[in-house]
């Protein structure tokens, strides 16, 4: 895995010429909450539709 700076090149590279400040700092942000969920799921840290449905009926 590439370090910070080299993901963040990459990362700035990849964005059209006029892309804003915030359109390039969403990438990573983004990236980074797919990782979390990926590593979530990887460890067991889930909750079923099920589990959602009966939540939302307690509130």
Known sequence: MSNI??????IIQSQPDDATYE?????PAFERMV??????S???R??????????AWQK
Request: no cysteine.
């Open 42 to 44: 990887r460890n067991g």
């Open 35 to 40: 990782e979390r969920g990926l590593a979530d």
């Open 23 to 27: 359109e390039i700092m969403r990438e």
């Open 5 to 10: 700076k080299e993901k963040m090149t990459e």
């Open 46 to 55: 889930v909750v079923s539709n099920e589990e959602r449905r009966i939540r």
